[in-house]
């Protein structure tokens, strides 16, 4: 049976009035009963509905427990520590301390644990997120169920990455350098991820849409990337968008 627990009190932050809620699945609140080996999950986000549908989604494993819902990155500071959390579920834009403003003060506090970052496809923070080494990026619009995977490959010791970035993430590590592009790929490849169309693209670069397809698999091919949201990415890492 579930069973709630008391709220926690507001946020140490001074000046501030949020609140830490806290829910515990499957366990007694004092953690006697809890099962051995559980994931022991943190969820923060700044909307109440979308906390409320995370906690729904995970409370059905029964190796994910919800230990704390929290508002911002300084409410999930706390409860980590409170409730010996060893996941972090975080959405990537909050206005108070977002999820790599949370990942940044964790490094830098020695506290490596594990944080998986809730993100929209197009952010331009998740070039910095993987760099910092981040172990879980899942889209938001992703099917629920690629959660629940990330969470427990984490667990198992596995980095978790949206299938898109896997090879963004590689390129960056050590991949081939962009000047394996000739200056007509170069130029082809910033335009592309500024949001237009094949059809546009070729009508802005004078090309017919077939060249502009063939410049496209020509570029993945040489950067090893899966698309134009990878190769946004890569670009980025690159000063290049």
Not at 31 to 42: C, E, T
Not at 56 to 84: F, I, K
Not at 98 to 118: E, M, Q, W
Not at 192 to 201: I, W
Request: aromatic share 4%; with cysteine.
């Amino acid at each position: 049976m579930k069973t709630q627990a008391s709220a926690l009190s507001p946020s140490y932050r001074a000046g501030n009035h949020y609140r830490l809620s806290s829910t515990v699945n499957g366990s007694t609140v004092n953690g006697a009963a809890r099962r051995p080996q559980s994931s022991r999950i943190v969820i923060v986000d700044d909307h109440p509905i979308t906390l409320a549908g995370l906690d729904a989604l995970l409370s059905r494993e029964r190796d994910l427990v919800v230990v704390a819902r929290c508002h911002n990155g300084y409410d999930a500071v706390r409860a980590v520590a409170d409730h010996q959390a060893n996941l972090l579920v975080v959405d990537q834009d909050m206005p108070v301390m977002d999820g790599v403003a949370l990942l940044k003060h964790l490094r830098a506090s020695g506290n490596p644990i594990p944080l998986v970052l809730l993100a929209t496809v197009n952010n331009e923070k998740l070039s910095e997120a993987l760099s910092l080494e981040v172990q879980g990026i899942v889209f938001k619009q992703s099917d629920p169920r690629q959660l629940i995977c990330c969470l427990r490959d984490i667990r198992a010791g596995r980095r978790w990455l949206d299938p898109s970035l896997n090879n963004y993430a590689s390129a960056v590590a050590g991949g081939p350098v962009l000047d394996t592009l000739t200056a007509r790929q170069i130029e082809v490849a910033r335009a592309a991820v500024s949001g237009l169309s094949n059809k546009e693209l070729a009508q802005l670069l004078g090309v017919s849409e077939g060249t502009i397809k063939n410049h496209l698999h020509a570029i993945y091919e040489r950067l090893r990337l899966d698309g134009r949201l990878a190769l946004l990415l890569y670009l980025k890492e690159k000063a290049l968008a």
